[in-house]
């Protein structure tokens, strides 16, 4: 469940970015959505992988 946690976290903190590149195009702060889009791939493939092996285990 922490790491569910931290995916809302994660999202939640890129949405100031997310606002400034769509309404304001600052391409810096699309720089940092794309980023922080690759860490969100990489933890929820991170939660998937747990949740198999925990299912498996059963």
Not at 10 to 37: H, P, Q
Not at 46 to 58: M, P
């Amino acid at each position: 469940m922490k790491k569910f946690t931290e995916v809302k976290n994660l999202i939640a903190s890129l949405e100031a970015d997310a606002d400034k590149f769509y309404n304001k195009g600052n391409s810096a702060a699309g720089t940092r959505v794309r980023k922080g889009m690759q860490d969100l791939k990489n933890l929820a493939q991170a939660i998937r992988l747990e949740v198999q092996d925990t299912k498996n285990k059963e």
